[in-house]
């Protein structure tokens, strides 16, 4: 593949961070710092401005004296542990999801996404960016499904208003697309709950305003993607009938089609 291949415009200048990025060498923010360090040249010159404009098929860009070449593309999936943050560093100190992928001698991949601390279950990893903004675009309304367990047994009308939406400060309103009963004890219940679109700790922050608590947050599926046996803190390659069953859906009628082109070659196991 060639290095072009990451743009709709072989020929399109951008930012040389962002270049690393979507060359799947690296996150944008440890490219803007290993520009900053002197260790990245364009055409045999140190460049320290992250934002200078290069273009992929006619700039030679090296890092640390090795010519950037465009990763293989990896996309997997992780049963995200509970008590975990979806950052590759913590200025708190905090586990961070990498340490499940530690020693698995994988490429960089980022979180497609984010799960909050609290919350466990599926959880996206990929090098192709690309990909994975066709996948977390707001436009694709791309069903994500959750098992919450509250503090309270829900009855028909906090479903409802979970479904019509409440109300918050500056006139904004959240609102879940689906909220039905999975299964009730005698003080708590679990709820299958259905997101199209994936705001900061929706469901948590939705719940709150109806002062109900949230004692387990755990999510199921991405788009026709589901956990399934997956054990947590565990991860695997998705095939690539589920990378591409993904992309359909992010291209599916009224999408971008431009920011979804299909998947490019990944590393699949055999």
């Not at 919350?119 to 675009?137: H, P, V, Y």
């Not at 005698?186 to 900061?200: A, V």
């Amino acid at each position: 593949m060639s290095k072009g291949d990451c743009f709709a415009d072989a020929g399109a200048r951008v930012g040389l961070a962002r270049a690393l990025s979507k060359l799947g060498l690296c996150s944008r923010s440890l490219a803007v710092e290993r520009i900053r360090q002197g260790r990245v040249t364009v055409n045999g010159r140190v460049v320290r401005d992250a934002g200078q404009w290069v273009c992929l098929l006619k700039d030679r860009i090296r890092v640390d004296e090795g010519e950037v070449r465009e990763a293989v593309k990896v996309y997997l999936m992780l049963h995200k542990p509970r008590g975990t943050v979806t950052t590759c560093r913590d200025e708190r100190d905090r586990e961070t999801v990498y340490r499940c992928l530690q020693d698995a001698g994988l490429p960089w991949v980022s979180p497609v996404g984010r799960l909050d601390k609290a919350s466990e279950g599926l959880l996206l990893f990929t090098n192709d960016t690309r990909w994975a903004s066709g996948i977390t675009d707001p436009a694709t309304h791309l069903d994500k499904m959750y098992h919450v367990q509250i503090d309270r047994v829900a009855e028909e009308a906090l479903l409802e208003r979970m479904a019509a939406g409440v109300p918050l400060a500056g006139g904004d309103c959240l609102r879940v697309k689906a909220a039905h009963l999975l299964r009730r004890g005698t003080k708590n219940c679990w709820l299958e709950i259905t997101l199209d679109e994936g705001r900061n700790r929706h469901i948590r922050r939705l719940l709150q305003v109806l002062e109900v608590g949230v004692l387990r947050l755990v999510r199921i599926s991405i788009g026709p993607l589901p956990l399934g046996s997956l054990a947590r803190g565990c991860w695997r390659h998705l095939t690539p009938g589920e990378v591409e069953s993904l992309s359909r859906r992010v291209r599916g009628p009224g999408s971008r089609r431009d920011l979804f082109p299909p998947a490019g070659p990944g590393r699949f196991p055999r």
